[in-house]
């Protein structure tokens, strides 16, 4: 009877070792199926990135045949390692896109993250800065980008202010919160993240937002990038990876605490409630007032290359038609 059991234990124990082995087998060859690529953040884990790990965690990026990385730019940024062809995708902005384009660089943008720019300056509300007049005489800390004199030039400039009197330093990637408590008065951020987190710190902040004072400052940002030779070269693929992208931003418009727990899961160092409540904000601003998500208009495009072109950021006009594509999101 024990020589029985034994038998019966081992042929049962090798019969499960036998379909461990099969699905292991089954999960490699559906795995090695897939096509790799790569897709590179702008800057570490947050809301602006959910749909891309959810399209990871729900599987929409296999079902298009993908298996996608998704990493940190690191020292050499998103938008150079996509043009360089280390990476196929990227997450990058506007503003980069255009400088790019103009020196000859061919990124493409292939579909826009959040329809209208949520970005603009805040500021503690005791430092009362409500509008760019109130720039004067005070600290601007930001990261050292020419960009940033003139955008905070073009708004003072319409209420007759003067940028000579604005202090600007650079603080890097320092922290808003610690920043504006040390030596600085106000900073550029995104409201959806650093906006959102004043809100669950109670602490009160004024907003000077730039599409309240220029149109042509109501730019995409972020956005999801290729390179021409991608495009030209491997278009499937592409086209595989914005419709999944898609389902993904789709995803987190419908569900914003699921998508939420899927960036928590995917990035357990964030704060949880940040999380919830930043995804919670975005998900009316992803796609916004457009037919779809990931939608672009060429006159958007136009309108931010020629408001840095009168501004001096640019050496040459932008053809815009080639800086950007629709044709791979889903019909």
């Given at each position: 009877?024990?020589?029985?059991?034994?038998?019966?234990?081992?042929?049962?124990?090798?019969?499960?070792?036998?379909?461990?082995?099969?699905?292991?087998?089954?999960?490699?060859?559906?795995?090695?199926?897939?096509?790799?690529?790569?897709?590179?953040?702008?800057w570490t884990p947050n809301t602006n990135h959910t749909g891309?790990?959810?399209?990871?965690?729900?599987?929409?990026?296999?079902?298009?045949?993908?298996?996608?990385?998704?990493?940190?730019?690191?020292?050499?940024?998103?938008?150079?390692?996509?043009?360089?062809?280390?990476?196929?995708?990227?997450?990058?902005?506007?503003?980069?896109?255009?400088?790019?384009?103009?020196?000859?660089?061919?990124?493409?943008?292939?579909?826009?993250?959040?329809?209208?720019?949520?970005?603009?300056?805040?500021?503690?509300?005791?430092?009362?800065?409500?509008?760019?007049?109130?720039?004067?005489?005070?600290?601007?800390?930001?990261?050292?980008?020419?960009?940033?004199?003139?955008?905070?030039?073009?708004?003072?400039?319409?209420?007759?202010?003067?940028?000579?009197?604005?202090?600007?330093?650079?603080?890097?990637?320092?922290?808003?919160?610690?920043?504006?408590?040390?030596?600085?008065?106000?900073?550029?951020?995104?409201?959806?993240?650093?906006?959102?987190?004043?809100?669950?710190?109670?602490?009160?902040?004024?907003?000077?937002?730039?599409?309240?004072?220029?149109?042509?400052?109501?730019?995409?940002?972020?956005?999801?990038?290729?390179?021409?030779?991608?495009?030209?070269?491997d278009p499937e693929t592409v086209k595989a990876f914005v419709?999944?992208?898609?389902?993904?931003?789709?995803?987190?418009?419908?569900?914003?605490?699921?998508?939420?727990?899927?960036?928590?899961?995917?990035?357990?160092?964030?704060?949880?409630?940040?999380?919830?409540?930043?995804?919670?904000?975005?998900?009316?601003?992803?796609?916004?007032?457009?037919?779809?998500?990931?939608?672009?208009?060429?006159?958007?495009?136009?309108?931010?290359?020629?408001?840095?072109?009168?501004?001096?950021?640019?050496?040459?006009?932008?053809?815009?038609?080639?800086?950007?594509?629709?044709?791979?999101?889903?019909?």
């Amino acid at each position: 009877m024990k020589k029985w059991i034994a038998a019966f234990a081992a042929s049962v124990l090798l019969a499960g070792c036998s379909g461990t082995n099969e699905q292991q087998t089954e999960q490699e060859e559906s795995s090695a199926d897939l096509k790799k690529v790569t897709v590179v953040l702008d800057w570490t884990p947050n809301t602006n990135h959910t749909g891309l790990y959810v399209a990871k965690e729900k599987g929409f990026f296999e079902e298009e045949g993908l298996d996608v990385t998704i990493q940190m730019p690191g020292e050499a940024g998103a938008d150079q390692l996509v043009a360089s062809e280390k990476a196929d995708f990227g997450v990058g902005y506007q503003e980069g896109i255009t400088q790019a384009r103009v020196q000859g660089v061919p990124l493409v943008s292939i579909a826009a993250v959040i329809q209208h720019n949520t970005s603009g300056f805040a500021s503690p509300a005791s430092k009362n800065i409500q509008s760019p007049k109130d720039f004067e005489g005070k600290t601007y800390g930001g990261w050292g980008s020419p960009v940033e004199e003139s955008v905070i030039d073009s708004l003072m400039k319409q209420e007759q202010a003067d940028v000579e009197k604005v202090n600007i330093v650079n603080i890097g990637d320092a922290d808003f919160f610690t920043a504006v408590e040390r030596d600085i008065d106000f900073a550029w951020i995104y409201y959806g993240w650093t906006g959102v987190e004043a809100e669950l710190r109670g602490e009160d902040i004024n907003m000077v937002y730039l599409t309240d004072y220029s149109e042509k400052l109501d730019y995409y940002t972020p956005v999801l990038t290729t390179s021409e030779n991608m495009i030209n070269n491997d278009p499937e693929t592409v086209k595989a990876f914005v419709k999944a992208a898609s389902k993904g931003y789709e995803f987190a418009i419908d569900n914003p605490s699921d998508a939420a727990d899927v960036l928590i899961k995917a990035a357990p160092e964030l704060d949880a409630e940040l999380v919830k409540k930043s995804q919670e904000w975005l998900a009316t601003k992803y796609q916004d007032d457009a037919d779809q998500w990931g939608e672009q208009r060429l006159e958007v495009w136009e309108n931010y290359a020629s408001w840095m072109l009168e501004n001096g950021l640019l050496e040459s006009e932008l053809d815009a038609e080639k800086a950007f594509t629709n044709e791979f999101l889903p019909q």
